[in-house]
C-alpha cells in the first residue's frame, strides 16, 4: 500500500472520528468507547498493513 494512500486513509478516519466527536450529541463514556474501539481498530490495521502481524482475515476467534 503506498503510503500516500495510508496518509490519506488516516486523515479521513480522524476526521470522521472528529465530526462524531463534536457535531453527534453523546454521553462522554459512549464517545469515550467509540473513540477507543475506532484506535484500537485502526492500530491493528496498521499493524497488519505493516506486516507486524499477520493477515487479519485469517485470524480466528475461537472457544
Given at each position: 500500500m503506498p503510503l500516500v494512500q495510508l496518509i490519506i486513509i488516516l486523515v479521513v478516519v480522524g476526521v470522521i472520528l472528529w465530526v462524531?466527536?463534536?457535531?453527534?450529541?453523546?454521553?462522554?463514556?459512549?464517545?469515550?468507547?467509540?473513540?477507543?474501539?475506532?484506535?484500537?481498530?485502526?492500530?491493528?490495521?496498521?499493524?497488519?498493513?505493516?506486516?507486524?502481524?499477520?493477515?487479519i482475515s485469517r485470524m480466528r476467534i475461537t472457544r
Open positions: 462524531i466527536n463534536s457535531f453527534i450529541p453523546m454521553q462522554s463514556t459512549i464517545k469515550s468507547i467509540l473513540n477507543a474501539v475506532v484506535i484500537i481498530a485502526v492500530i491493528i490495521w496498521l499493524l497488519s498493513v505493516f506486516g507486524l502481524i499477520g493477515d
